[in-house]
């Protein structure tokens, strides 16, 4: 049995060309990863078919839990073919885009082949090319034409992506590759499926549609509007990823910070896993040390109160990507055990409305503490008693027990949760005497220890905790 209890904050990494062989995913898992993101942006079904058997591979080898999350593509606003294949747009200068695939000669005819944008397009909006490297300003638009005043200038290539930050466009954030990527990752088995360009709480509801209880589903933020809708887009979610790259190209940069606490404290109302996401190592994909900033922005997210981390190219096509997990590792370990990190921490804990689960769970985390328990043991049958347990960030790990093999993977993403599959309890007694075994077995308690264990009665029953006991592991 593997037990990783160094740390209480998740490690999420992509896998790709530089880490999908079996030996690089063993060494990328021994080295701290939780669960291993596929994107669907990249790679072909095949690729990542071998690779999800590579991780399962893993898992029987380790005897160990690891979740899958298959991001999805979501569709992609670009600009279409120019005739030259670059184009220099000076500051100043007045451009044109056309409702076309192919572009003609100069400035004036730019191809947009997105008729949504042209649908909501007004004079003094702002459309961002190449990730908001060039910058340009609508002030006039017609059926066939947007003309626009270049901002900030540059050169601008074939199928370079257009965001448009003011603007919700009346599109799908499902396209036909996407649908098919989707039901191929939930006949494959993957745990988590990330949503892109989520804008509002519809987009959750049409996607749940295809996924769901088959897997569970993360609403990406990189869209203003999703931040409009951010309440109800977290109900109707499993988890959240703050998609800072994307998000950054399309609020200003000064502002993201403030979103992502407030977002995270969001989550943690909800009893929801949030993942913070986006260039946190980034400059580990050529360096074999990241720079202190990013080392900042790393342990910024832990005191922030974050469920998981996640590396993206730093672990997909970087030269380091096991150094990038060890690091990332280091980080969050040595920023659990500051002095400082507890207070930060229980100062951001939100209000709850306590309903009897709610109390049940948070009553657990207290009596625990007080005891001087070295675990807290959850009976769950959905992961909804982990999840409420976890989000008191308790100060000792969180043993969750399922029957459910996709649960006890999904849990993986959890604060704080250790989570292993276990038999269906038909008794309350049993349950007491299966806690202390997988306690024992975990190596996170010892004989004489009390623990708590959490569960709800009848068993198998989906949000019925309303146990709570206290028992102390004698010798058989």
Known sequence: MFIRSNRRAKIVATVGPASNSPDMLRSLFLAGVDTFRLNFSHGNREDHAAVYRRIRSLEREFDATIAVLQDLQGPKIRIGVLAHGTLELLSGSTIGFVHRDMGGEGVSDIPLPHQEIFEVAAPGMDLLIDDGRVRVRIKHVTDEQIIADVINGGIISNRKGVNVPGAVLDISPLTKKDREDLEFGLELGVDWVALSFVQRAQDMIEARSLVGDRAGLIAKIEKPSALDHIDDIIRLSDGIMVARGDLGVEIPPEDVPGKQKEIIRACR????????????????????????????????????????????????????????????????????????????????????????????????????????????????????????????????????????????????????????????????????????????????????????IVAGFPFAQPGSTNNLRVAQIMPS
């Open 269 to 452: 109302v909800a009893a929801k896993p949030i993942i913070v996401a986006t260039q946190m190592l980034d400059s580990m994909i050529n360096s074999p040390t990241p720079t202190r900033a990013e080392a900042s922005d790393v342990a910024g997210a832990i005191y922030d109160g974050a469920d998981a981390v996640m590396l993206s190219a730093e672990s997909a096509t970087g030269a380091y990507p096991v150094e990038a997990v060890a690091m990332m590792d280091r980080i969050i370990e040595k920023t659990e055990r500051h002095q400082h990190y507890r207070p930060i921490l229980e100062a951001a804990e939100p209000e709850v409305v306590q309903s009897p689960p709610h109390a049940v769970a948070t009553a657990a985390a207290e009596v625990a503490i007080a005891l001087g328990s070295p675990v807290v043991i959850a009976f769950t049958s959905r992961g909804t008693t982990a999840a409420r347990i976890s989000r008191a960030r308790p100060p000792l790990p969180i043993l969750a027990l399922t029957p459910s093999e996709q649960v006890a993977r999904q849990l993986s993403l959890f604060w704080g949760v250790i989570s292993l599959r276990s038999q269906a309890l038909p008794t309350y007694e049993a349950s007491v005497i299966l806690a202390q075994k997988a306690a024992l077995d975990a190596k996170l308690a010892h004989h004489s220890d009390h623990i708590v």
